[in-house]
């Protein structure tokens, strides 16, 4: 890409610092764009705002009929850009200056991550806002506007977070349901436990944890039957539950299920963890063994600390002493 462009060393056009000049890109929004990224990639963010400026200077002077969504993918490389440089008062006036019809679902985008970066909720909240009133909803705006729900001081969050899931639903062909289950882990991380279980209508805290168990396993057989790979999310839960539910509540604290039906379903997680990066990742042989030893699984947890050693994974000491 820098031989192309004729930017950096070896491209036998440009000096390393030199920036090409605006003439190169008056009739390619696309060829702008990805200049401007090759520049950020080599850690010249400033460059690339320049050349941004410079191209739309030129050609507004030479066009009186350009219009700014001839440029728009440059456009959002720019509000990038400066957020990434620190600039957000001119990232937003840049935002504010492209007319909200000619904005793309990424523009929106764009703006409010950068808000969020700078943890400016409020400015992300009114992004969304702005998006879904100009039918340019996306995934990722939701997951930011419910984001800033979560962080701000407001009555009725959870309803806010359920209005916002059933537009982003609805604009994917999806029930708000099934939109929010399939989506679980992302919500988990993105609001924290107690939103994502109320979401899922799971009020009664005390039973929450095995309801996320069952949940895990409900995808886990799912991914199984359609022959794919399973979640790393999933497997963790399962291989988890035993030892959080011991730790917390003392033995015969599993609630409906019995010790030897999780023995069972941890050692169908880790079997099909071997599938996945997950098995070659410490963090996850210590749970498991951690899990089968509070389950009294003895025999399993060391033929699983065996087995991993025999590959030639790294087990904890923890893992080793269990």
């Not at 069972?264 to 210590?286: H, K, N």
Request: hydrophobic letters at 40%.
């Amino acid at each position: 890409i820098m031989s192309f462009l004729g930017i950096g060393e070896g491209s036998g056009k440009s000096k390393p610092n030199s920036v090409l000049g605006s003439d190169k890109f008056e009739g390619s929004d696309l060829l702008l764009s990805s200049t401007m990224r090759c520049y950020h990639l080599l850690d010249r963010s400033a460059d690339a705002i320049d050349l941004f400026f410079d191209t739309v200077d030129r050609i507004s002077m030479a066009e009186k009929e350009h219009e700014h969504s001839d440029f728009v993918h440059s456009w959002n490389e720019a509000i990038a850009l400066l957020f990434h440089e620190g600039r957000s008062e001119e990232a937003m006036n840049l935002y504010d200056v492209l007319e909200d019809h000619l904005k793309t679902p990424e523009t929106f985008i764009v703006a409010a991550k950068g808000l969020a970066s700078q943890q400016n909720w409020r400015g992300t909240s009114q992004v969304y806002t702005r998006a879904l009133k100009e039918h340019c909803l996306s995934e990722d705006l939701a997951l930011l506007a419910m984001k800033a729900v979560v962080e701000q001081e407001l009555d009725g969050k959870i309803g806010t977070l359920r209005s916002i899931s059933d537009e982003v639903a609805a604009m994917e062909g999806h029930s708000s349901k099934d939109w929010i289950q399939t989506r679980y882990w992302t919500l988990k991380r993105e609001l924290g436990w107690r939103f994502a279980r109320l979401l899922m209508w799971w009020n009664d805290p005390n039973t929450a944890s095995e309801e996320e168990l069952l949940l895990a396993v409900e995808q886990l057989e799912a991914a199984k039957n359609d022959e794919i790979i399973p979640k790393n999310d999933d497997l963790r839960c399962i291989v988890r539950y035993a030892s959080f539910k011991i730790n917390r509540e003392g033995e015969n604290s599993f609630g409906s299920l019995q010790s030897s039906q999780l023995i069972e379903l941890v050692l169908e997680a880790i079997l099909e963890a071997q599938r996945t990066s997950l098995w070659t990742q410490p963090s996850f042989i210590t749970s498991s063994a951690i899990s089968l030893r509070a389950l009294s699984a003895n025999k399993e947890c060391v033929q699983l600390v065996r087995d991993a050693l025999s590959q030639g994974i790294r087990v904890s000491k923890r893992a080793l002493k269990e």
